[in-house]
C-alpha cells in the first residue's frame, strides 16, 4: 500500500480475509462467480507484496525489493488485465454472443500481460522504485516503452481492463466497471505522483464492490446457477 508498511500488510489481510469468504459464498451459490470471488484476495496477496517492498526500502535490501517489487507487478502487469476478463468470460450465459469475445479480451490481456511482466525477469535493472510524498513509485522501464508512447501503453491495458466489466450483459459488473473508471478518475486527479501504486490500491478496495455482489447474489436473476 503506498502509506506506509504496517498498512500494506493490514490491507492485505483483510483483502484475503473478504475475498476467502466471497470464494466460501461463491461456491455455495453459483460457481461462475468464483473468478470474481478470488480478485479480493488476489489484492490482498498484491499488498502483501507491496509491505515486503516497504520493508526492504526500509532496511536497504535492495533483494528484497526486487522480488516484493517482481512480484507486486506480477499482479499490476501480468494478472489484472488476464484475470479481469477472465472473470467476466466465466460468467457471462454460455448461449450469451459476446462469450467468445470476452475469451478473445482475456487471450489479449495475457498476451499484454507476458510483454509488459516478463522482461522484468529478464532485466532486474528495469524495476527502481522509490518514495514519493511517502508514497511508492515505480518507475520501471518497460519493453513496449521502444515500440509506443507510455500513454498508449496504459490505454490498452486499461482499455482490457475495464471495457469487459462494460459489455458484460450484467447490470453489476457493469456497475464494478463504473467503480473501475471510479477508482482510476481519483488516481489521475489526485494521485499521479505514484499512480501506479495507488491506482493498484483503490482497484484493491475497488474489489469489495465485487465482495458485496457476490454476497448478495446480485446477479441471481440474469445469472443463472451452473451447478446444482
Known amino acids: ?41 488476489m489484492a490482498g496477496v498484491q499488498q502483501l507484496f507491496e509491505g515486503h517492498v516497504w520493508m526492504g526500502l526500509n532496511v536497504g535490501d535492495p533483494t528484497m525489493v526486487w522480488w516484493a517489487a517482481l512480484g507486486f507487478m506480477f499482479f499490476s502487469w501480468f494478472m489484472w488485465p488476464a484475470w479481469v476478463p477472465f472473470s467476466v468470460y466465466v460468467l457471462e450465459a454460455p448461449e450469451s454472443r459476446r462469450k467468445k469475445m470476452f475469451l478473445l479480451f482475456a487471450l489479449a490481456g495475457v ?91 483503490l482497484a484493491g478496495f475497488g474489489t469489495l464492490h465485487l465482495i458485496y455482489i457476490i454476497l448478495r447474489n446480485k446477479c441471481r436473476r440474469e445469472c443463472p446457477v451452473l451447478f446444482s
Open 1 to 41: 500500500m503506498c502509506f506506509s508498511e504496517a498498512v500494506s500488510f493490514a490491507t492485505g489481510g483483510a483483502l484475503i480475509a473478504g475475498g476467502g469468504f466471497a470464494t466460501f459464498k461463491a461456491a455455495r451459490i453459483n460457481r461462475r462467480y468464483l473468478p470474481f470471488a478470488m480478485m479480493p484476495a
Open 111 to 201: 498476451a499484454l500481460g507476458g510483454i509488459l511482466f516478463v522482461p522484468h525477469l529478464l532485466n532486474a535493472d528495469w524495476i527502481d522504485v522509490g518514495i514519493n510524498n511517502r508514497s511508492l513509485a515505480y518507475e520501471d522501464t518497460m519493453f513496449l516503452d521502444y515500440l509506443m508512447p507510455r500513454w498508449m501503453t496504459y490505454l490498452i491495458y486499461l482499455f482490457l481492463i475495464i471495457a469487459p466489466t462494460l459489455l458484460s450483459t450484467y447490470l453489476h459488473v457493469r456497475w464494478f466497471g463504473l467503480t473501475l473508471i471510479v477508482m482510476l478518475t481519483v488516481v489521475y486527479l489526485f494521485l499521479s505522483y505514484a499512480y501506479i501504486s495507488f491506482f493498484c490500491l
